[in-house]
């Protein structure tokens, strides 16, 4: 009898475990739904708030001057010619016996102002090694150092998460943004028609965007952004995209949609008009290059679509939790690929250094549209922007392999020599007004694409080899007209350095064309000089 008691009892309570189960998840998920409602409500509260704000009189504004790149007279390349100043080179023992190598004289070319450079190079045997003497010249640079602070990168999010409706049938409509095609729902529930830019006008048609279908257009949108990894410009160049495909390039339709879609992601933005078109103005957390801007509650507004205009009145309404736009580029944006045919570029001096590599051409495109920008309007700070940002898979999985394998055994100094000789060799020099028509600088993808490059394009791919493959600390070094590295070698070195904080960063130039590391460039005024630290 107790045998019979003891299992019916037991069964007695799975039952009211597994009801109590049942229960607390069926309360779970209605209050799981109510919150989400509540965020929702709490969203669509705060829009509605905006568009009331938006009907107001817009104050008119007049635009600042854009912030102009000083304007410098560049430095041409040299070549080193100087090869008895050189450290002593020796081969290893052989036998038991040292065979001194002797360094051939570099020849330059006569006039190198506005034609490639083409060095001929002597190349050396991969066995000889650098007799280190623990000198060289310490350079006191007078203008100082600039530290820039890592940025937490934090992409902006919607006030409230945004709740899709799987209810609503919703055709997916297509679109390609620097070669890759992206899918939104999105039909002619989101069409509308704008009949003027006045404030009534551009709020009744907001009033329409409040409705479902343009929940699940967000959603998607924001879906992209997190599956493609993009930053805040992709995202931006994507939904820009997205509305004048559908709406029709650069309408009035379209830059509201632009907005609405930008504002409920959670980025800062302000409407303006100037009687006859509708603007959408862009606050940043970096100061744009060569574009004027409206101030607005002490930050700088930007015009990135469309004509600029020196006046025009703009609604200030403000929306919860709007965060400005970062230009930094944080992680590997997942472009689709369309690799180009390879190049392969070859060091002078170590011949076997000679590597193949595909770009991604979208990701190229994508460059092309990135706006130049400063910090603290420090103009030497936009180089960091371009050298800090993470290097494409295309590098990363296929070169840099093939680089790792022939420098490894080589100690930093050697390794250092390798790299050096690679960027100063295995490229064209040109002046960027030349080839551009003004300055520009590269991310390293765009130097190892672009047929030219000049001191800064090849500074900073340098930087992006030696932190990324050897592990070591650099610099960059800017002189009036001319940028140069360092890097913190770890180990006794020759040669010219830079003391930061205690640590010796020795010189390298890879626009001194044959020189060594620890080399500086002839005429470079020191007492200008800054040093710009970057992140490894």
């Given at each position: 009898m107790v045998r019979r008691i003891i299992?019916?009892?037991?069964?007695?309570?799975?039952?009211?475990?597994?009801?109590?189960?049942?229960?607390y998840k069926q309360e779970f998920d209605e209050?799981?739904?109510?919150?989400?409602?509540?965020?929702?409500?709490?969203?669509?509260?705060c829009l509605q708030e905006y568009i009331d704000f938006l009907r107001a009189p817009w104050p008119k504004k007049e635009s600042e001057k854009p912030i102009v790149a000083p304007k410098e007279k560049p430095v041409p390349p040299v070549v080193y010619t100087k090869p008895d100043t050189l450290p002593e080179l020796r081969l290893k023992?052989?036998?038991?016996?040292?065979?001194?190598?002797?360094?051939?004289?570099?020849?330059?070319k006569d006039k190198i102002d506005k034609k490639p450079v083409d060095v001929p190079v002597t190349p050396l045997d991969d066995s000889v090694t650098i007799d280190i003497k623990d000198g060289g010249r310490a350079l006191s640079l007078g203008g100082g150092v600039i530290r820039l602070k890592k940025e937490i990168y934090k992409q902006p999010v919607p006030v409230s998460p945004i709740k899709q409706d799987l209810t609503i049938d919703t055709p997916e409509f297509s679109f390609d943004v620097f070669g890759t095609e992206c899918e939104v729902r999105i039909g002619d529930d989101c069409r509308f028609t704008l009949k003027s830019v006045k404030s009534n006008d551009v709020a009744d048609a907001l009033q329409k965007m409040m409705a479902t279908p343009f929940d699940n257009l967000l959603h998607d949108c924001l879906q992209i952004r997190e599956e493609r990894q993009l930053s805040d410009w992709a995202y931006f160049e994507m939904l820009s995209s997205l509305v004048d495909n559908f709406y029709g390039k650069d309408t009035n339709e379209a830059t509201l949609a632009l907005a609405f879609l930008y504002m409920q992601s959670g980025y800062k933005m302000r409407l303006g008009e100037d009687g006859t078109r509708l603007y959408m103005l862009m606050s940043s957390r970096h100061s744009i290059v060569g574009k004027s801007y409206f101030p607005i509650d002490g930050e700088n507004y930007y015009v990135l679509r469309g004509p600029e205009t020196k006046r025009m009145s703009i609604c200030q309404a403000k929306f919860p939790k709007e965060s400005s736009l970062s230009l930094v580029i944080p992680t590997q944006q997942k472009w689709d690929v369309d690799l180009q045919k390879e190049r392969v570029i070859t060091s002078r001096r170590y011949p076997d250094f000679s590597f193949g590599v595909r770009l991604n051409k979208n990701l190229i495109n994508f460059y092309d549209t990135y706006p130049t920008s400063t910090l603290n309007n420090d103009f030497m700070t936009r180089w960091a922007m371009y050298a800090n940002a993470p290097m494409a898979e295309e590098v990363t999985k296929e070169l840099y392999p093939q680089?790792?394998?022939?420098?490894?055994?080589?100690?930093?100094?050697?390794?250092?020599?390798?790299?050096?000789?690679?960027?100063?060799?295995?490229f064209v020099y040109k002046y960027d007004n030349e080839v551009w028509g003004d300055d520009r600088a590269f991310f390293g993808e765009e130097t190892l694409f672009y047929p030219?490059?000049?001191?800064?394009?090849?500074?900073?791919?340098?930087?992006?080899?030696?932190?990324?493959?050897?592990g070591l600390d650099t610099v960059?070094?800017?002189y009036p007209g001319h940028l140069a590295m360092a890097v913190d070698l770890a180990e006794a070195s020759d040669g010219d350095y830079v003391l930061l904080d205690g640590r010796r960063f020795t010189v390298c130039d890879p626009t001194y064309i044959g020189a060594r590391v620890g080399k500086t460039m002839p005429n470079m005024d020191n007492s200008q000089a800054k040093l710009i630290l970057l992140e490894k």
């Open positions: 299992p019916l009892f037991l069964l007695t309570f799975v039952w009211n475990v597994e009801a109590g189960a049942q229960n209050f799981r739904k109510e919150a989400l409602k509540e965020y929702e409500d709490f969203r669509k509260e023992k052989i036998n038991g016996k040292e065979i001194a190598v002797k360094i051939p004289k570099l020849t330059p680089m790792k394998a022939k420098l490894k055994g080589l100690s930093n100094l050697e390794a250092m020599e390798r790299l050096l000789n690679w960027v100063q060799t295995g030219y490059c000049d001191c800064e394009d090849r500074s900073i791919l340098l930087s992006h080899l030696v932190r990324e493959l050897l960059l070094i800017y």
